[in-house]
């Protein structure tokens, strides 16, 4: 199933963009962070983001309402008023309940039985908390013009090129790896912290975030 959009071969994209460092989290330091307790409030994705939802489209169960907390959605705000025109942020997916993250888990691994770990969060894992459970990831991508781009790989790949550095030693993807890196470089400079499987998995507030900038303690607790 194709998710996103192909890059225009019309797109522009600035120059001077840093180059991908891979990130400091992993599963060992993410499941040596204290789960939080913060009282933020999950609240609905404004409507200045572009919303494709490409769970919509499998077979199982309705997805949740798309919300984030509302720390996250400021830290957007920011991300996204740092990209230049006509480039947008579009929101795939946000805050998951328990429940709906065991359906995608289910329905995953039941397609693909050799997916490896890390790709889709176990809800009964005892250390680190579904990152999506608690409100404060989100999945997205670059929008141009309106469209929802695959920047190199499409949404859900679970291909090694999907990893946040993948392109960075490839030779034949320079506009998908600079667009990544146009990604990284307002996200990143607006406090979220990536997920090294997924280029479109970008948190704040969760286990995952807090071991990449070296907090004992997340900000977020599992919601629902």
């Known amino acids: 199933m194709t998710f996103l959009s192909p890059i225009p071969k019309s797109l522009v994209v600035p120059a001077g963009l840093p180059r991908l460092e891979p990130p400091r989290s992993?599963?060992?330091?993410?499941?040596?962070?204290?789960?939080?307790?913060?009282?933020e409030s999950l609240v609905p994705i404004p409507s200045q983001f572009g919303q494709f939802l490409p769970y919509d489209e499998l077979p199982i169960p309705a997805r949740d309402r798309l919300v984030l907390r509302s720390g996250v959605i400021a830290r957007l705000e920011q991300a996204l008023a740092a990209l230049p025109e006509p480039f947008g942020i579009a929101v795939l997916d946000g805050w998951r309940s328990t429940d709906y993250q065991r359906e995608l888990l289910s329905y995953y691994t039941a397609r693909f039985p050799d997916i490896g770990d890390g790709y889709v969060a176990d809800p009964e894992d005892k250390f680190v908390l579904p990152p999506h459970t608690t409100g404060g990831a989100v999945d997205l991508t670059l929008s141009w013009n309106g469209a929802s781009l695959a920047l190199g790989t499409d949404y859900d790949s679970f291909a090694d090129a999907a990893h946040v550095g993948a392109l960075e030693s490839e030779r034949d993807s320079p506009i998908a790896r600079d667009l990544r890196r146009l990604l990284s470089s307002v996200l990143r400079g607006a406090g979220f912290a990536p997920y090294p499987l997924e280029w479109w998995h970008w948190s704040y507030g969760d286990q995952w975030w807090a071991a990449e900038y070296g907090y004992p303690v997340s900000l977020y607790s599992q919601v629902g």
């Open 26 to 39: 992993t599963p060992e330091l993410a499941a040596s962070v204290r789960i939080g307790h913060s009282v």
